[in-house]
């Protein structure tokens, strides 16, 4: 298998707003000064700071999938992770996800990947390095000691970051923030962030959850697994390239 290389930070990064499964949206993403893989300059300049990716260069005709939160809400989801061996990805809140820890607890059993989404999903941009650095160490420190992991990818809410996010992050232990290219809404359309609309290899694909309930998750993804293999992909393990 051959992995992905990460590039490094982006610099004087302004706000970045995107649809975000289990986040609130916006209808386009807003501009940003930088982009991914441009070096980082000032006071960071040297610094390893972690890359913003939404895609990853490989070779492998892979896609990975990602949830935010609520997942847990569909029992039959559990099951579908399991029979398909799928390597998902799910970014935890521990405010909406803790109440449901046990129900992750199973996910992570058959498979799941248990990442970072900050304590209270308050948009980090704009706030002083202080809170960044305490709503991502603060989950890092609640997933240690609920499942005995230390999570490295991180999803920023609301898809929401700055430089400050990357500096706070690599602190706190992270090595990449995850955002994403596609997006499944609870319509079960595909919606994409940039480039032409269809999937590519190494494409991180946000699927959101429904509401209230989520009960329809497990088939939006039985429905997206159907898409993915029509294109010639497979759902590929995000931690194996990241």
């Known amino acids: 298998m051959r992995r992905g290389r990460l590039r490094p930070a982006a610099a004087a990064l302004a706000v970045l707003l995107l649809p975000l499964a289990g986040c609130d949206r916006t209808a386009a993403p807003a501009a940003r000064a930088g ?74 059993s058959v498979g799941a990947s248990l990442q970072n989404h900050t304590l209270d999903h308050r948009a980090l941009s704009g706030l002083p390095y202080a809170g960044q650095r305490a709503e991502i160490c603060g989950q890092q420190t609640k997933l240690t000691s609920r499942f005995g992991v ?17 500096r706070a992050a690599a602190d706190c232990g992270i090595t990449a923030l995850v955002l994403w290219r596609a997006a499944l809404n609870a319509d079960g359309a595909l919606t994409y962030t940039r480039g032409d609309h269809r999937l590519h290899p190494g494409d991180v694909i946000a699927v959101a959850p429904d509401h209230p309930t989520a009960t329809d998750l497990t088939s939006r993804t039985e429905d997206l697994l159907k898409t993915v293999a029509e294109q010639g992909l497979r759902v590929g393990n995000l931690e194996d390239y990241l």
Do not use: M
């Open 150 to 166: 230390r999570a490295h990818l991180f999803r920023p809410p609301h898809g929401a970051y700055d430089t400050t996010t990357l």
């Open 35 to 108: 982009a991914a893989g441009e070096p980082a300059q000032g006071g960071d300049r040297g610094r390893h700071l972690p890359p913003v990716v939404d895609h990853v260069r490989t070779t492998d005709r892979v896609v990975f999938l990602t949830y935010d939160d609520s997942a847990e809400r569909d029992p039959a989801f559990t099951g579908l992770i399991r029979e398909r061996r799928l390597p998902v990805t799910l970014f935890l809140t521990d405010t909406v996800a803790g109440p449901a820890y046990g129900d992750f607890a199973r996910l992570r």
